[in-house]
């Protein structure tokens, strides 16, 4: 074997293969072969005495895979590191050479930004080595989160009977239940508003004499209603046109708010689905990565798909449709590795792939397809129009528009509001007044700030710098399987056990778990990838500061007290109480260790539900379940007796066999018959 690649997942490794010629063997990694050791000083696999060396260990159930790997690597000419182009993808490459005793001459680091055969082809003769800077980077992100990740959670599960802490993820909940206490903490404020309804249009009061106008309670909108007409006179009308441009590309968190917004997808779902997108579809005649990568912060896109989009709007939609390249905005915080998520190739349309794609892919694929293409889209154009209207030194005010060419929207208009609100024209009134068929008041009240959604917290965490691009789906799903917050109408409510948390650690960790520091911590993180910063003076500044905190913490923080069941202990006589152990919620006694009374879990006796007599044995046939839950018919002698079925049962007896009948779609047959058949 003359050269071996190597890549993280399965699935892009038979992509990738049929790409190149005979004299390549694609072999996975599947992810990580390594992590740190959970042994040393508090479990850490980490050596704090020792600047920080970290101690890594074949991940448990990868030795196999590890062992197949180094005989490759034996036999072959030339290794190609092809992990994912990232940070995380960099240490998976360099966990590789290190544990597979890969020489330096030997391998080369190849990174593919999107899987088609023409960027394949080309990246596998690129020269290049290990990125070290990247390497350290992601190293100390890992050390930093399990020391806090480690240290903390061990602390809220001794003392809260919190199951975790983290370093961004506590400051995410932080961030729920400070908006909650908020929410909570609010005292609506009423309002009132006056609306004029004519025939075509509603006005609404907003000033009076020229100066804004706030009504505060009833009285005072029924006073203003009494000085009113039902004559408004126009007095001014304003016509402007205005242009609306489309967003720029995808990146990894606006394809997350976008998906959970207009698709209803998880974070998590989002990313699942598009890494299948980016490693390769089956198309019956090609098999190819249908989106660049997907883990990103830039909007950058290639000038190479600029000029191929350009071509495809202007043979579909004309000249008049071709736009500009949008950048979006500028962000510290950026990275800017590599491009936006985009298709790979404007020509794959949606439509045409849709046969080979599952619904949510399809989905999916469609909305970065027309969010890629409308970003080169010439800009919608509207006209709109507001008048005003004056009524005893009252204005009211109506605001209409209408779409005079549609531009992007032309392919986005699904996944954007821009519905027009059409107006009369004024202008050709006979008449400057105007007759209202009525007057009305409406009562308000001031709302807090919503709860946050999946779409709006990954937004507010981009925004205040925490967290990057790949972490921000993984930050979520903990906080919900952790049972730190509950959903309630797709907004997070945090429970009791998320808020408890949250004052633990504030009580004490306030100066780590805060949103500046928490972002000064990336930012570091970045510096340390790109040669900025030293990695171990930066750990250093950390647990200098971290460790004092934590064993006051250790020492003074209250413990929660077990919850007390009522139950008296039959071995001592102490209360019983509620536990929390590895596998879940158990009642001890609250003498423990002088106790260790346990109570055993009674358990319940399942409900055997009767359908019908056996044919064969003559027994009950009852209602069973799968492993995985899906209900069937079966003897209650088995195994004696092996009758089963999936259609249940209706008692009767088929007059031809003597079989018994059952109920399929809404009808009844004899199975026995039907067979026979």
Request: with cysteine; glycine share 6%.
């Amino acid at each position: 074997m003359k050269n071996l690649v190597i890549v993280e997942s399965p699935a892009k490794s038979r992509t990738i293969e049929k790409y190149l010629a005979g004299d390549y063997k694609v072999v996975s990694s599947k992810g990580h072969i390594r992590d740190l050791a959970t042994t040393g000083k508090y479990g850490l696999g980490v050596d704090l005495e020792n600047d920080f060396k970290p101690n890594y260990v074949i991940i448990k159930g990868k030795n196999k895979d590890v062992k197949e790997l180094k005989k490759l690597v034996e036999s072959a000419d030339h290794i190609y590191l092809a992990t994912d182009p990232d940070r995380e993808g960099e240490i998976i490459s360099w966990h590789l050479k290190d544990e597979l005793k890969i020489p330096d001459d030997k391998y080369t680091r190849v990174t593919f930004r999107e899987i088609t055969k023409d960027v394949v082809l080309k990246s596998i003769k690129e020269e290049a080595k290990i990125d070290m800077d990247l390497v350290k980077g992601a190293e100390t992100r890992r050390i930093l989160d399990r020391i806090i990740g480690f240290r903390l959670s061990k602390l809220m599960q001794y003392k809260t009977g919190g199951k975790s802490a983290g370093r961004v993820q506590s400051v995410a909940l932080k961030l729920i239940v400070d908006r909650e206490r908020e929410i909570l903490a609010f005292i609506p404020k009423e309002y009132w508003t006056i609306e004029a309804d004519f025939k075509d249009f509603t006005a609404e009061l907003f000033k009076y004499k020229n100066e804004d106008i706030e009504i505060n309670n009833e009285a005072e909108a029924d006073a203003i209603i009494a000085k009113l007409t039902k004559s408004f006179t126009i007095k001014d009308i304003e016509e402007k046109d205005k242009k609306k441009q489309a967003r720029e590309v995808f990146k990894t968190s606006t394809l997350q708010q976008m998906a959970s917004t207009k698709l209803n997808f998880t974070a998590s779902k989002t990313m699942k689905i598009a890494q299948k997108l980016y490693e390769g579809v089956d198309l019956g005649n090609e098999y190819v990565g249908l989106i660049t990568y997907m883990r990103t912060d830039s909007v950058r896109i290639s000038d190479d798909f600029v000029k191929e989009a350009k071509g495809f709007i202007n043979g579909k939609y004309g000249s008049d449709y071709v736009g500009y390249v949008k950048t979006g905005k500028k962000n510290n915080n950026m990275q800017d590795g590599h491009e936006g998520i985009r298709p790979t190739s404007i020509n794959r349309t949606p439509e045409e792939v849709k046969p080979y794609l599952t619904n949510d892919e399809y989905k999916l694929y469609k909305l970065i397809y027309v969010r890629a293409l409308a970003s080169l889209m010439a800009d919608a154009k509207t006209k709109v129009t507001t008048v005003t209207f004056l009524n005893n030194d009252y204005l009211f005010k109506t605001t209409g528009s209408v779409l005079v060419f549609d531009g992007y929207l032309k392919v986005y208009k699904d996944y954007e509001d821009s519905e027009d609100k059409i107006l009369p024209d004024f202008k050709n009134y006979q008449s400057n007044v105007l007759v209202a068929d009525s007057i009305n008041k409406f009562q308000h009240f001031t709302k807090p700030a919503s709860r946050y959604t999946e779409s709006s917290l990954i937004k507010e965490l981009e925004s205040l710098g925490i967290g990057r691009p790949s972490t921000y789906a993984t930050i979520i799903s903990t906080l919900k399987n952790h049972d730190y917050v509950s959903l309630e109408d797709k907004k997070f409510v945090p429970t009791e056990m998320g808020m408890e948390t949250t004052d633990k650690l504030q009580e004490y960790f306030s100066d780590i778990i805060n949103v500046k520091y928490t972002a000064n911590m990336e930012s570091d993180l970045d510096d340390i990838a790109e040669a900025k910063k030293d990695n171990i003076k930066v750990l250093h500044e950390f647990y200098d500061k971290f460790a004092p905190i934590m064993d006051d913490a250790l020492k003074n923080m209250t413990k929660k007290a077990p919850v007390a069941t009522g139950e008296v202990c039959p071995d001592c006589g102490g209360d019983l109480v509620i536990r929390k152990g590895k596998y879940g919620e158990f009642v001890a006694c609250s003498n423990y260790p002088k106790c260790k009374y346990i109570k055993k879990e009674e358990k319940e006796a399942k409900e055997v539900v009767k359908v019908a007599e056996c044919p064969k044995c003559h027994k009950d046939i009852i209602e069973r379940k799968t492993k995985r839950g899906k209900i069937f018919y079966g003897c209650s002698g088995y195994p004696k007796c092996d009758y089963a079925t999936w259609n249940k049962p209706t008692g009767n007896i088929c007059f031809k066999c003597g079989g018994l009948l059952v109920d399929k779609n809404g009808s009844e047959i004899c199975e026995a018959c039907d067979k026979e058949k």
